[in-house]
């Protein structure tokens, strides 16, 4: 992977706290877009590259309005079309249901997509409460959907419930959210035993139907358990068991063994079609001692 092929995108305030504190688990290796038209959210990040949508300083307020956020993004895309030119794989974390996540995401999967960069996009739907916010967020889902390769639904409410049950802020994204994007971005930048790489990605996403993302991680000494909450992990709700295409991911301490590689990987495609395609690798950094986790992409749903 050469410098600036892994690119972490966040629009609008939830999605840019998301890919803020997603992006400090991979800042090595790749690089953070923040997209908004709240300044404040671009404070205390100096790494990130930030596009204000208001950017022309007159003061219009707040893109609060989708097809305004989606204008501004427009204009202001030669500010960072240099970033997308360099990525090879973007990932957009947004929420839907307010202005700039609605207006302007669709969009600049679009646009990603015209550079021939594979998008993978988190989006987050708003609490069932907020009927009006909620109906936006259906609106707006469909272009976004249409312009991600890979694109995975994550309900506010599911997550606040997993965020309570973990004793955290559901806003930071249950913890839930980093783990997926770390997960999937460390698997491209580092070598690993068994390397998988952005080709094999892009045969398994590529697949017709939908796809989705699952992250388990867990102690050694209890491989099902590691299976079982990739499999619960889905903020989508889809089906795995009919899928056709499986790209898995493994990473574990130095500790790691063929044993529990082929434990956990036996036992997580058993849940998928018997012809399913399935693409390994595996890897070992020294702060998963005694650990182990699974990124898994199935398609073809
Ligand atoms: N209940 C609740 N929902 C929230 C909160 N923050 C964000 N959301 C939901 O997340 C969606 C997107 O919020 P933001 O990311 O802040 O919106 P934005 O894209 O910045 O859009 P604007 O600020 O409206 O221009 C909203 O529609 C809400 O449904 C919160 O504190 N409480
Ligand atoms: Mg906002």
Not at 60 to 74: D, I, V
Not at 172 to 179: C, F, V
Not at 194 to 222: K, Q, W
Not at 255 to 284: K, W
Request: charged share 20%.
């Amino acid at each position: 992977m050469h410098q600036g092929s892994l690119l972490v995108v966040g629009i609008g305030g939830l999605g840019c706290l998301w890919a803020e504190r997603a992006h400090s688990r991979c800042s090595q290796f790749s690089d953070l877009l923040l997209i908004d038209a709240d300044e404040n959210t671009f404070n205390g990040s100096d790494e990130a590259h930030c596009l204000h949508l208001d950017a022309a300083g007159e003061a219009r307020g707040t893109a609060a309005l989708p097809m305004l956020a989606k204008h501004r993004l427009k204009e202001g895309m030669n500010n960072i079309q240099t970033l997308l030119d360099k990525a090879e794989l973007v990932v957009v974390l947004t929420c839907l249901g307010g202005g700039v996540g609605s207006g302007a995401s669709s969009e600049f999967a679009s646009l990603a997509r015209g550079t021939d960069c594979m998008v993978v996009s988190i989006v987050g739907f708003p609490f069932a409460e907020q009927p009006i916010r909620y109906q936006l967020a259906e609106e707006n889902f469909p272009p976004l959907f249409e312009n991600s390769n890979v694109c995975i639904k994550v309900s506010l409410e599911r997550l606040s419930w997993q965020a309570k049950q973990r004793d955290i802020d559901w806003k930071d994204g249950a913890g839930w959210i980093e783990e997926l994007v770390e997960g999937l971005l460390s698997t491209f930048a580092n070598v690993g035993k068994i390397n998988l790489d952005l080709m094999d990605f892009r045969t398994i996403v590529e697949r017709p139907g939908d796809a989705t993302i699952l992250v388990g991680s867990g102690s050694t000494n209890s491989l099902s358990d590691i299976v079982k909450t990739a499999r619960d992990s889905p903020l989508s709700d889809l089906q795995v068991d009919g899928a056709k295409g499986c790209w898995i991911q493994v990473e574990g301490g130095p500790d790691m063994t063929i044993y529990h590689l082929n434990q956990v990987t036996d036992e997580f495609v058993s849940i998928l079609d018997p012809d399913c395609q399935v693409l390994l690798g595996a890897r070992a950094s020294d702060e998963m001692v005694g650990k182990i986790r699974i990124v898994a992409v199935v398609s073809g749903l």
